[in-house]
């Protein structure tokens, strides 16, 4: 009797245990955390004569990452995302001038509206929207908030229990539509690469 409610006991924790592991392998989402780190660059997109030039330093962004699966091919994805980064401007004066360097910091909070292309088993292509939110008042350079643009090229492995991990070269642009209106803006030009580890549920 003892004998049998063990098997019992076994049978039951393999059927829940196995039901589980069916359940997250037919699951269409994944969330996870990602790490970027990138170069970055402030620009107008119209020429302008005498304008300062401008550095960005240690830069990184860290944030959340939802994916779900419409089709073998196409993912959804969006999360959320913190970047920071210090901005050192250089003010273009005649030769005799001295120069002093003026620097700030930069955050933003991205809400990233993009979709990623499965192209086979292991890469994949990326691109779309992000809503941006400047968080800094005092910043050298106009504000990011605004509808930004981004575009990318990934590496991704899947493993069996549901982990997934992708590398994801990016280039991306923001304050392409600003929510100011100054009338040459400023758009922080953006060239990283992500790292993400995501998980099925």
């Known amino acids: ?4 409610a ?11 245990s196995n039901a589980q592991e069916v359940s997250t392998k037919n699951s ?8 970027s780190v ?5 620009v107008h997109f119209q020429s302008l ?3 300062a030039s401008y550095n960005s330093e240690n830069f990184y962004a860290i944030g959340l990452t939802y994916l779900h699966e419409i089709n073998n ?14 901005i050192v401007a250089e003010p273009n004066l005649p030769p005799e001038y001295e120069t002093s360097l ?37 910043s050298i350079i106009d504000s990011q908030s605004g509808i930004g643009g981004i575009v990318g090229l990934g590496a991704k492995y899947d493993f069996v229990c549901g982990a997934s991990l992708f590398v994801n070269p990016y280039l991306k642009s923001h304050a392409l539509i600003p929510f100011s209106n100054e009338k040459y803006h400023e758009h922080l030009m953006v060239s990283g690469v992500k790292v993400g580890l995501c998980y099925k549920f």
């Open 102 to 138: 003026m620097k700030s910091d930069l955050s933003i909070i991205s809400i990233p509206l993009t979709m990623r292309v499965n192209l086979g088993k292991y890469f994949f292509l990326n691109g779309g929207l992000s809503i941006d939110i400047d968080t800094e008042d005092s």
């Open 73 to 86: 091919w196409l993912d959804l994805e969006t999360g959320i995302e913190y970047l920071h980064s210090s």
């Open 28 to 35: 269409k989402n994944k969330i996870g955390i990602t790490y």
């Open 6 to 16: 063990i098997l019992t006991s076994l049978l039951l924790t393999f059927n829940i």
């Open 1 to 4: 009797m003892k004998t049998l």
């Open 38 to 42: 990138a170069e970055s660059d402030v």
């Open 49 to 51: 004569t005498g304008a």
